[in-house]
């Protein structure tokens, strides 16, 4: 279940626009450079947390083999394929502005982080069954059940936006899988005490208000 925008009924076009950024950018399958060349992969780590039986290892490619449009379009093992555009011509996608599978993680991990492992558990096995029919509790509690908790967010919302400010708000540092390429993706690693976890202030404020302090 999702709260979202059925991009067929938009006659806005600036909405058009922006509903066709998913199709632009996080697709596998629109004409441009950005998804011929620039491939979107989970990192392998998170990809290998899924059990065989999870059913949304079909949402990525781990061969790197399924099919694309031309021979322009670059292949990478465990590429995207949770994301399509309308077209090659055509970037426009829904939208999700909210999810069912959202809501069930946050009050599983909020719960468990609230020591509350029982109930944590039984909410995260609710909407885990969904998602693997074969899934039973592993019988963790405490860290490791929160572990196995944000990993399945972190697969569920892949590409949706919350990964950078799950690893701000928990205080984790990045770690890229083997499968990331450092030439497109610049680095591999980042501490979490590094430079560039916070936004910075643009320039054109901080020049012309004496108030801000520079974070750059």
């Known amino acids: 279940m999702a709260w979202e925008e059925d991009s067929c009924i938009c006659l ?7 509903l066709s950024r998913i199709g632009v950018y996080m697709s596998w399958n629109f004409n441009s450079s950005a998804i011929r060349q620039g491939v979107k992969c989970i990192n392998v780590d998170a990809y290998e947390t899924m059990s065989e039986t999870d059913l949304r290892r079909a949402w990525w490619d781990p061969t790197g083999e399924a099919s694309v449009p031309s021979s322009s ?3 990478n093992a465990y590429q995207n394929r949770k994301f399509t ?3 090659t011509a055509d970037a426009v996608g829904d939208v999700a502005f909210m999810r069912l599978a959202e809501m069930y993680l946050t009050q599983a991990e909020a719960l468990v982080r609230a020591g509350k492992d029982s109930e944590a558990q ?3 096995t609710k ?5 693997d029919p074969s899934y039973v509790s592993k019988g963790n509690i405490g860290d490791a059940l929160a572990e196995e908790i944000m990993n399945s967010r972190r697969v569920e919302l892949w590409g949706e936006g919350f990964r950078f400010y799950d690893l701000k708000r928990l205080h984790l540092s ?3 899988g083997s499968n990331f390429d450092i030439a497109f993706c610049t680095f591999l690693e980042k501490d979490k005490d590094a430079q560039g976890w916070v936004w910075e202030i ?6 012309f208000n004496s108030l801000f302090t520079k974070n750059y």
Not at 12 to 18: G, H, R, S
């Open 127 to 131: 909407f885990q069954i969904t998602r």
């Open 73 to 75: 379009y670059a292949k």
């Open 174 to 176: 990045i770690k890229r």
């Open 202 to 207: 643009p320039k054109i404020e901080t020049d």
């Open 85 to 87: 555009a309308r077209s």
């Open 122 to 124: 039984t909410v995260f």
């Open 12 to 18: 806005n076009m600036q909405l058009i626009a922006i």
